[in-house]
């Protein structure tokens, strides 16, 4: 069983970057995706990023495409999320999650481990 734990969130101004930490409790096989949701209050679920374990395939959304980056560390197990110039509307739980296929995907329900989140809020 994998157990995934972010860790990295906070309260930023607007303009500030923060980085997010998803560390594995055991080796990720390397044809699965790690993803980055978040949730607003009020909000559904929101794809964020994903990356291929065994690399370079990197997806985003759109709207956050320029501003935040995805990468990794398989020695250390650990997917990160560079977010650069913040918005108050970036405020949300940041969850990372193990994709059940071998396959890329933004529907939170093909994704089978999930972290706790991390909040990160930004004032403006």
């Known amino acids: 069983q994998v157990q995934l734990v972010e860790s990295g969130g906070g309260l930023v101004q607007a303009g500030d970057s923060l980085r997010l930490s998803c560390a594995a409790s055991i080796q990720i096989f390397s044809s699965y995706y790690i993803a980055w949701f978040r949730q607003a209050p009020g909000k559904e679920r929101e794809f964020v990023a994903a990356?291929?374990?065994?690399?370079?395939?990197?997806f985003y959304a759109n709207s956050l495409k320029g501003r935040f980056t995805i990468s990794r560390d398989t020695a250390k197990n650990t997917v990160y999320l560079q977010m650069n110039s913040l918005k108050p509307e970036d405020t949300a739980l940041y969850y990372c999650?193990?994709?059940?296929?071998?396959?890329?995907?933004?529907?939170?329900?093909?994704?089978?481990?999930w972290g706790q989140g991390t909040q990160v809020t930004v004032s403006s």
């Open positions: 990356i291929r374990w065994s690399g370079p395939s990197t």
């Open positions: 999650a193990k994709t059940k296929y071998n396959t890329i995907t933004v529907m939170p329900s093909d994704y089978d481990y």
